[in-house]
DNA sequence: TATACAAGCTCTAGTAACTAGAGGTTCAAG
DNA sequence: CTTGAACCTCTAGTTACTAGAGCTTGTATA
């Protein structure tokens, strides 16, 4: 199977010009070109596309999934570093959510003693100027 | 009371070339200057820059701080606008929220299934490769 | 008052992860 | 053989800053 670049992305859902992106800042190693100069890619190189976008989904950096690939494609390394990347990965989206909830609440104090004080002013701005 | 731009930077804790910044995209006014050509602020503009800084501390984008500056300045706007801007933006952090907890329970999950397996290869790439 | 040096100035470029557009070429169907 | 969708490269824009070069000003101390 051969696929060109606009085959390639409705098969991974990836952007035509991402596609072209991630060979440039090399995620993607070079794909063969037609005689016409055209980008034409392999299963492989599909399936390797399908790995990066997963990883993104769940939030993986492309530097993150730079190491990835390199746990898949080289021999020599510890049968958990991957592992390391992704719990590494798991503490940070964990703290992101304590940051996000703590927000989440200052938000809705700021909001509710708006909608308490029952004046034609809007607290909002006001808390906004108050020095935390 | 006057501030060169590294007093102010102390005092909002906000570095010298984010006001710098601030100021060329129109968030704060162009500053006076002093003979030498140096910045000098006043009183209200360090409060502005408390407003800008807390505003940004609570997740607000330079684009809605805009908008809230502008809701301070004109007197010509529904009392409680400033409030809708707050209230969206409780919208989207309480969504980003949902999204990192699923994001946490696909990583456990990943993370968990390898654990359990005992064997020596890694399962985190494996379920990686698997498209979603 | 001379001097040293911290702090200021402008301008350019870099960060992450793409996206958009211009202007031109190739492929494939009819 | 023609048409038009899909492809090509290259440049620049997005967000919110940050870093550095090379130069000037302000101020504390001798």
Known sequence: MVYSIGQLSKETHCKVPTIRYYEDIGLLEKAQRSAGN?????SQ??????????????????DEIK????????????AHQAHDVAQHHLVEVRNKIEQLKQLEQQLLTMIDNCDVDGSD???VLKSLNEVS
């Open 45 to 62: 190189q599909c399936q390797r596309l399908h790995f990066i976008r997963h990883s993104r989904a769940l939030g993986f950096s492309l």
């Open 38 to 42: 055209q980008r034409r890619y392999t």
């Open 121 to 123: 002013d809007c607290l």
């Open 67 to 78: 190491q990835l690939i390199h746990l898949q494609d080289c021999k020599h390394h510890d």
